[in-house]
């Protein structure tokens, strides 16, 4: 079965400073792996996604993330932060069943000017 | 893009009383639709996958009866909370599978119910 994990229900950087967001994943077949951003009261926005061919994926808003299959890993990244990045990041992963997502606990990201 | 639409937004019912929801992918067919339920501060939660034409399958836990789905056709699917209660208070995000190329989940904007 597959199940992603989220390292740190909230993460608050600077303006400026390196974003960086924390995603394990656990599953018996090659994963496809997504990266959604979620504002206050709206519906979720797809950031990027994995499908087994670059292992390091560029995103919108210019955020990236690197699939490491030895680490069991897709953690997010985006070089400066700005205050519009302030929001709910969720990880996912494509279960066997359909496109079925199974989603890890979320990420509040905050940024201090 | 995709886009997939919710209506309402926003639904304020009384205790008792019924509220459907409605899913619609705009500008694609989606053979395929889930419907999701997210408390505040907490991830989603995946209620039911929704298929065209046939019996929506329901996730262990959630109540079919209660939460009604139809997919009638390829653009639409509704969900329907029967004699909602308080509990029931919870934003509800629907999206759209495309069977083809690319393969993605596009999500709605949520419909935020609270039951009064």
């Known amino acids: 079965a597959q199940s992603v994990t989220q390292l740190g229900s909230h993460v608050s950087v600077s303006e400026g400073a390196l974003v960086l967001l924390r995603c394990n994943y656990s599953?018996?077949?090659?994963?496809?792996l997504f990266w959604y951003v979620q504002y206050p009261n709206q519906g979720l926005q797809l950031l990027l996604k994995?499908?087994?061919?670059?292992?390091l994926v560029k995103g919108i808003n210019g955020f990236e993330a690197e699939f490491k299959k030895s680490e069991t890993s897709f953690h997010l990244t985006k070089p400066s932060a700005h205050m519009s990045d302030a929001a709910e990041y969720f990880c996912?992963?494509?279960?066997?069943?359909?496109?079925?997502?199974?989603f890890g606990q979320g990420t509040e990201l905050s940024v201090k000017p | 893009g995709a886009v997939v639409s919710q209506h309402p937004s926003r639904v304020i019912c009384k205790s008792g009383t019924s509220v459907k929801i409605e899913c619609r992918s705009l500008?694609?067919?989606?053979?395929?639709m889930f419907w999701y339920r997210q408390f505040p501060k907490q991830s989603l939660m995946l209620m039911a996958t929704?298929?065209?034409?046939?019996?929506?399958?329901?996730e262990q836990g959630v109540e079919k009866d209660k939460f009604l789905i139809n997919h009638a056709s390829l653009t639409l699917s509704t969900l329907t909370v029967t004699s909602a209660h308080p509990e029931d208070s919870s934003f509800y995000i629907c999206?759209?599978?495309?069977?083809?190329?690319?393969?993605?989940?596009?999500f709605g904007p949520g419909t935020r119910l609270t039951v009064t």
């Open positions: 999206s759209a599978y495309t069977s083809g190329v690319p393969y993605e989940q596009y």
């Open positions: 599953s018996s077949v090659p994963p496809y």
């Open positions: 500008d694609f067919q989606a053979t395929t």
């Open positions: 994995y499908t087994s061919a670059a292992t």
């Open positions: 929704s298929n065209e034409g046939s019996k929506a399958t329901y």
């Open positions: 996912a992963v494509r279960g066997n069943q359909g496109g079925k997502l199974i």
